[in-house]
């Protein structure tokens, strides 16, 4: 069983930076791979960031390549997220969500999830 707490979530004007924390327990959570997941108003759940376990390579959504960089650490168990020039349309409650194996992009095939925290990007 991996937990998954977020933090880091808050209201900051477009152009601006927020960095995301996830803290995990569990003995397997480095042998889990990590993700960051969010889901806007009225919208499905969308694929944001990934790092695998076993390499750290990462994987990030278009839309957020060259802005957001997810960074883990497994001594620490900690998974991050730092977003920079964030955009109105990054609002959005983010979820940090992992699963056994490798990553995936698709929201559904996550086993944990952390309960969420909201990011609002004003204009």
């Known amino acids: 069983q991996v937990q998954l707490v977020e933090s880091g979530g808050g209201l900051v004007q477009a152009g601006g930076s927020l960095r995301l924390s996830c803290a995990a327990s569990?003995?397997?959570?480095?042998?889990?791979?990590t993700a960051w997941i969010r889901q806007a108003p009225g919208k499905e759940r969308e694929f944001v960031a990934a790092?695998?376990?076993?390499?750290?390579?990462?994987y990030y959504a278009d839309s957020v390549k060259g802005r957001f960089t997810i960074s883990r650490d497994n001594a620490k168990n900690t998974v991050a997220l730092q977003m920079n020039s964030l955009k109105p349309d990054d609002t959005a409650v983010y979820y940090c969500a992992a699963r056994r194996g490798v990553v995936a992009m698709t929201p559904t095939l996550y086993d944990y999830w952390g309960q969420g925290t909201q990011v609002t990007v004003s204009s």
């Open positions: 569990g003995r397997t959570f480095s042998s889990v791979s």
């Open positions: 790092i695998s376990w076993s390499n750290g390579v990462t």
